[in-house]
């Protein structure tokens, strides 16, 4: 379970101060799909990035299972095995290739061979199985984006962040997507926080949160 209390968060740039996250507190149940919505410049972003421990420039206090995040040393490591991301922008590295950047967070090479294999099994599961020696350069952006989700979930992480996921999607890949979330949810209790407008992935959410002038609404 995350907690967060009091999340604060505010811009500064040389002459102006932006608010965008005032005091927000809300919790988030392990197995559920949380969709965070909101205007664009609402906060969403900025919200994920503070609970993916990408930004821990802030106010306020956030805890995973009861940890602090203010008591984690290594965030790299805390999110390598706690936390998988999907960026807006797939962010996928251009010098390698698909199955390279998929198995790129699989840090302990003993578990290799059966990550290779669930690797694999998600490849097939998306429909993406014939670019699996390819580079990212000669891939749509929804392939890329399918990717990147491949890649998020590869660790098996207890929590999925996810910016806009659906973003390049059709609406079959979208179905695809949200088919999987229902699976992982179901058979290992996974939680996904997503930040999205797309009413295909709103029909599913547990909750809604809404974002307005930096406070859930
Ligand atoms: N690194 C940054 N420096 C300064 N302002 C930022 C930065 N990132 C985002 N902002 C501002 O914070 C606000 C919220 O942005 P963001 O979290 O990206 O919103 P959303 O994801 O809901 O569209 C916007 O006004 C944006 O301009
Ligand atoms: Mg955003």
Not at 17 to 38: P, R
Not at 118 to 131: D, R, V
Not at 137 to 166: H, M, Y
Request: glycine share 6%.
């Amino acid at each position: 379970m995350i907690k967060l209390d009091g999340i604060t968060k505010i811009y500064k740039t040389q002459h102006t101060l932006n608010k965008v996250l005032n005091s927000v507190s809300f919790e988030i149940e392990d197995g559920e799909l949380l969709v965070l919505s909101g205007a664009s410049g609402s906060g969403k972003s900025t919200l994920l990035n503070i609970i993916g421990l990408l930004d821990r420039n802030f106010n306020g206090k956030i805890s995973y299972n009861d940890e602090l995040y203010s008591n984690i040393r290594n965030a790299s490591n805390f999110r390598n095995q706690n936390i998988g991301f999907i960026f807006q922008s797939h962010c996928l590295i251009p010098e390698f290739s698909v199955k390279e950047n998929i198995l790129l967070p699989v840090i302990d090479k003993s578990k290799y061979k059966e990550k290779t294999y669930y690797c694999n099994k998600l490849l097939k599961y998306f429909n993406l199985m014939q670019y699996e020696n390819s580079l990212p350069s000669i891939l749509s952006l929804g392939e890329c984006q399918r990717i990147a989700i491949i890649r998020s979930l590869i660790n098996n992480p207890q929590i999925v962040l996810a910016d806009e996921p659906s973003g390049n999607l059709d609406k079959n890949n979208t179905e695809i997507l949200l088919e999987k979330i229902d699976h992982l949810r179901k058979d290992f209790n996974t939680t996904f926080l997503i930040a999205t407008h797309d009413e295909n992935v709103l029909k599913h959410a547990t909750r809604t949160l809404y974002l307005e002038n930096g406070n859930i609404k």
